[in-house]
């Protein structure tokens, strides 16, 4: 949290799918490192702000990646909400966004531990109870003919009509990803999303000409330069920049116009952070669709609100990072670091 002598606070977040030791990291680099980099500075100037504190020498010098880059994204962040409260609009608003509406997919319906039966009709639920009409299924399984019956389980289904992505999370070599690759054309799938290490930027690219189905990936790169890296290696086709892995709004935005200048499609990855990627992907023009799994939701003021598979803008000032009161005593967590800036 970001605290202003105009009284508006500013909620910034990051995520480690982790537990305190690795949070204290994150907020530690925030007290040390940024908050005395950020005390008596203007708040309204993100932009400078985000270029100070990225190129300070601690900063450059230990964290372009990793823990610092992280704490780095969830001042930023909380920074883009003071402004967009400052300026009374939703921050979609703020970035110049018009859109009404953006679709999303729903990835909480396709963990590896829910059994074939239970993801086909959970699958099928989802499209025909609840109007989404894109779905993401996770692969891995030590059979890779498991994968494929489930994916051939999903498919029926769903319907031919039904956008349907496939994740192996890294999990796979070039060589087993190829084999993958190779049939996932069978059942339409839209994107394989990250099938090899985050870092494989050859790997990516040689996987990339050698299957049907496009290649998205950029949920792990910490930088701008890792995207151009792989976009310019033709190792990603849709591009799915994280908000909280990179520095923030402020990088997030740079790798969108990367991304636009390519021709490649962003398809924001959200997780279960999807507050601030609501406002993103309804505002730069890129954005083509919003990942959504809904775990953090109730802990927000304003959860992001998805209906007929659509997701809806946002209409409270800010990024839609604001905590609700009572979630620091529900999951026992103190209120963490706080730098006072003069004003929004
Ligand atoms: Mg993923």
């Known amino acids: 949290m970001l605290y202003t002598d105009t009284g508006l606070t500013g909620y910034g977040y990051t995520g480690t799918h982790a537990h305190l030791p690795t949070d204290r990291l994150i907020t530690g680099a925030i007290e040390h490192t940024y908050g005395p980099l950020l005390a008596g500075e203007e708040a309204d100037n993100v932009l400078c702000l985000w270029r100070k504190l990225n190129r300070f020498p601690p900063a450059q010098w230990v964290g372009r990646a990793g823990i610092l880059k992280m704490a780095l994204a969830a ?53 025909e109870e609840d109007g989404w009409s894109g779905l993401k299924i996770k692969i891995g399984h030590p059979d890779p003919e498991c994968d494929f019956e489930r994916l051939q389980a999903v498919r029926r289904a769903v319907g031919p009509g039904v956008r349907l992505m496939v994740d192996a999370n890294g999990a796979l070599d070039l060589p087993s990803a190829m084999r993958y690759g190779r049939r996932l054309a069978e059942y339409d799938v839209t994107w394989f999303e990250e099938p090899m ?9 040689d996987l990339a000409r050698a299957i049907p189905t496009p290649v998205a990936l950029g949920e792990q790169l910490y930088s701008i330069d890792a995207f151009r890296q792989f976009i310019g290696a033709g190792a990603v086709h849709y591009v799915q920049p994280d908000a909280v892995r990179l520095g923030g709004v402020s990088e997030w935005w740079q790798v969108a116009d990367l991304a636009l200048s390519c021709r490649l499609p962003v398809a924001p990855h959200a997780g279960d952070m999807v507050q ?58 103190d209120r963490g670091v706080s730098a006072e800036l003069p004003r929004a």
Do not use: M
């Open 75 to 127: 001042v930023d962040i909380a920074l883009w909400d003071l402004k967009a409260k400052a300026a009374h609009l939703p921050l979609w608003r703020l970035l110049g966004g018009a859109r009404q509406s953006i679709p999303a997919y729903n990835t909480d319906c396709g963990w590896l531990s829910i059994s074939t039966p239970e993801l086909a009709g959970g699958c099928r639920k989802l499209v």
């Open 197 to 205: 290490w985050y870092d494989d930027c050859q790997g990516h690219a």
């Open 276 to 333: 601030v990627h609501w406002h993103l992907a309804l505002a730069h023009p890129a954005c083509t669709v919003l990942e959504y799994i809904p775990w953090l939701g109730e802990c927000f003021e304003e959860p992001a609100t998805v209906r007929d598979g659509q997701a809806l803008p946002p209409e409270e000032p800010g990024a839609g990072t604001t905590l609700r009161a009572d979630v620091w005593e529900r999951f026992g967590v």
